[in-house]
């Protein structure tokens, strides 16, 4: 639940990627309201971000479940930049469950680098798979907006959050020693949505994103596509933690 990005929240230099403002931003916030209402499920709907006055119950909510407080200006740090990439469940007028994220230009390797910052489910709904639903609206948002990759931290001992980012696609990139301040490890998660160039070479997942081209000839020496990459991904950063 904690965040690089929210430790360095006040020396932030990484660009921002607008969400929203022009014609594919809108047609892709339409595609995600048909989205949202097809997650519906008997009382439990899906609702992007609205304004200042859903402020109190993400907080309240995401404060139950923290490693570590964060301030208000935290909140709106992430929340006011990236509104389009703010989900919350509701039941009835409860909010149940909540995701912020942020997408930005990865000054080191210049890709448009996602981020989960927080996500909460209230406990007594828990295993009804709201996280992996939140999970996957802000990933198809990330993928809308030209995002690469997607990354975030979760505790080590967590299970739970590393079985629901495991089965959305996730992969272990490193642990992170005494990364909160209770002293806990953390482990940086990622979520590729291009693979990077030198992937096929077995140089990981450090290069820039593939070129359409590379991508070309890597479809025509058979190298398989889609899901399949994505498995493939997994296998080679799996092994590169052996």
């Known amino acids: 639940m904690s965040d690089q990005g929210v430790k360095d929240a006040g ?7 607008p969400a929203g403002g022009d014609q594919d931003s809108r047609l892709s916030a339409a595609s995600r309201a048909t989205a949202l209402t097809a997650l519906e499920d008997g009382d439990i709907r899906y609702v ?4 200042e006055s859903d402020m109190p119950s993400i907080v309240k909510l995401i404060e139950k479940d923290l490693s570590e407080p964060y301030s208000i200006f935290t909140y709106r740090y992430f929340i006011n930049n990236w509104p389009d990439l703010c989900f919350l469940t509701m039941q009835g007028d409860r909010c149940v469950g909540a995701i912020v994220c942020k997408l930005e230009v990865h000054r080191c390797r210049n890709t448009h680098r996602g981020y989960i910052a927080m996500l909460a489910v209230e406990k007594d709904l828990r295993g009804k798979k709201i996280g992996s639903k939140l999970v996957r609206l802000c990933l198809d948002q990330m993928r809308d907006l030209g995002a690469d990759e997607c990354v975030l931290e979760t505790e080590f001992t967590n299970e739970g959050a590393l079985a629901l980012y495991r089965s959305m696609g996730f992969v272990k990139e490193k642990r992170l020693h005494k990364y909160y301040l209770n002293g806990n490890d953390a482990y940086r998660l990622k979520y590729l949505f291009k693979l990077p160039q030198g992937f096929y070479d077995g140089l990981g ?14 479809s025509a020496q058979g190298i398989p596509e889609g899901q399949e990459e994505e ?3 997994a296998d080679v950063v799996q092994e590169a933690e052996s």
């Open 48 to 51: 992007p971000y609205k304004d």
């Open 231 to 233: 498995e493939k991904a």
């Open 205 to 218: 997942c450090l290069g820039p994103p593939m070129d359409p081209l590379r991508l070309d000839e890597a």
């Open 11 to 17: 020396v932030e230099t990484e660009e921002a990627v």
